[in-house]
């Protein structure tokens, strides 16, 4: 018995986000309403990643336009068929809902076509049309391409496993132990059971018998090691909690072995501080500099028309939104504890010196689009509000010894189209699980060290 075909209506924002969402409802029929065509055309000189996707949209429908009509709709190679609604006009809202509003004239299609009795679903990444969509009795959804599991599920690329005593004792002397030495306990029977680790994840390994023996360690894929960074302070910086001591060893590592680190984590785990710390160990103390320079981007700068009114060069346009960076240098650069924040202008000169020395340079996420950049240590600070095609931009750009380190928190979403499992850098911890080139590492609400404040706040908000 041939099953009922579902009709999905698409949301302009589905399309922004993802151009290809037109092939992601398997044989099921995809509309969308005249007005998501007019949205789009309004993003279509932009220069953005919105403005990028709008036109590439355009292109999608424009090739199938050749095959047939957009009006009675046309075979997609998938089995499901794309159509264009341009009717529906005189369904009515409620009063109160204003006819002319664009969401609305999407609902409106979504109405029309349910009182025909399809089998409707709005797909939005709104959260108010959704709302209203199901006022109106109207399934709505968000878009689920590109999907990370939930927060709690999300690869930490750390772990919490046992050992014997002995075999602990072992660890210390010869500074190995097999992936099948170390074991977990079932919640609730507290029975031991196998663990599979995952290439690169960090370990706190536990002696069974006695709570206080304890090792960090990570897996390199074969065989589980101690850290090799533990005793090093860059830039005058120690690690004070487990998490930092993980941070701290993929961060030190050469870009050779690790290019890409991620970095999850609440505010005040030093997340954007360490990497900024360790660049700079890298460029003023190694010898030969293993880098050209440190390149801090923030996805939340827009430097497209919104921000290309603003006066000034791009440095000072894109100043305000990179204030996060200058404070992180300035406890760097003035670390003495009693002589702290004492010579602001003494301060401030030692900051400019990095920059008019090119050590380190701030630039807007543009800067990224389609150049490759080589020999840079580049930290994406705020990654959390890059969208999945961004990020994988950024990593498919990567030159020659080049260190890329995304830092971010995936509960801090700025961006109105993303979320904790939709965000590029969750996307990206997932997708990078495993890569021998890629170390991961999720800091915990205990590891924060800004205050006993902010600690406090973060364990009770």
């Keep these: ?29 995809v509309v969308i309403p005249e007005v998501v065509l007019e949205e789009l055309d309004k993003f279509k000189k932009d220069d953005s990643e919105l403005g990028a996707n709008a036109r590439h949209v355009a292109r999608l429908i ?11 709709g046309i075979e997609l190679e998938n089995g ?43 797909v939005s990444k709104d959260i108010f049309i959704r709302i209203k969509a199901d006022v109106l009795g109207i399934t709505a959804q968000d878009f689920f391409a590109e999907q990370s599991p939930d927060i709690e599920e999300q690869y930490a690329g750390r772990l919490n496993v046992y050992t014997t005593e002995e075999k602990l004792n072992d660890f210390y002397l010869k500074s190995s132990l097999k992936p099948e030495d170390v074991f977990e306990f079932s919640p609730g029977s507290g029975k031991e059971h196998a663990v599979e680790l995952t290439t690169n994840q960090f370990l706190i390994i536990h002696s069974s018998t006695n709570d206080k023996q304890t090792a960090l360690a990570r897996f390199n894929g074969r065989e589980i090691v101690p850290l090799s960074f533990l005793q090093e302070h860059p830039f005058g910086v120690t690690p004070r909690n487990a998490g930092q001591k993980f941070m701290q ?11 890409l680190v991620i970095i999850k984590g609440p505010a005040g785990t030093a997340k954007t501080f360490y990497s900024i710390a360790v660049g700079l160990h890298k460029m003023l103390s190694e010898r030969p500099t293993p880098y050209r320079k440190i390149l801090v981007c923030r996805p939340n700068v827009k430097f497209d028309e919104d921000i290309g009114y603003l006066p000034g060069t791009e440095q000072e346009k894109i100043a305000p939104f990179l204030r996060p960076v200058i404070d992180n240098l300035e406890v760097l650069i003035d670390q003495g504890a009693k002589e702290k924040y004492n010579c602001e202008r003494e301060l401030k000169d030692k900051i400019d010196e990095l920059f008019d020395r090119n050590i380190i340079s701030t630039e807007a996420m543009t800067f990224i689009r389609g150049h490759s950049i080589a020999k840079q240590w580049v930290i994406i600070d705020e ?10 931009g950024i990593i498919t750009r990567a030159g020659m010894e080049i260190k890329i380190i995304l830092v971010g928190d995936p509960e801090q979403i700025d961006h109105p189209f993303l979320d904790i499992r939709t965000n590029g850098l969750s996307y990206a911890s997932e997708k990078m699980k495993g890569s021998s080139l890629c170390h991961q590492i999720t800091l915990t609400d205990e590891e924060c060290e800004r205050s006993k404040l902010a600690f406090e706040a973060a364990k009770r908000m």
């Design 1 to 29: 018995m041939k099953k009922s075909r579902k009709t999905f209506v698409l949301d302009t924002n589905v399309l922004l986000n993802n151009p290809y969402a037109l092939y992601s409802f398997e044989d099921n029929i």
């Design 62 to 72: 424009d090739a199938l336009r050749e095959k047939g009509s957009l009006n009675t």
């Design 80 to 122: 499901g068929t794309l159509r264009i609604e341009m009717n529906f006009h005189d369904v009515k809202l409620p009063e109160s809902w204003v006819g002319s509003v664009n969401d609305n004239r999407i609902l409106k299609v979504c109405k029309g076509l349910h009182e025909k009795n399809e089998k409707v679903y709005l």
């Design 249 to 259: 060893e993929a961060l030190m590592m050469d870009a050779d072995k690790a290019p």
């Design 383 to 392: 990654a959390q509000n890059l969208t999945p095609k961004q990020v994988k």
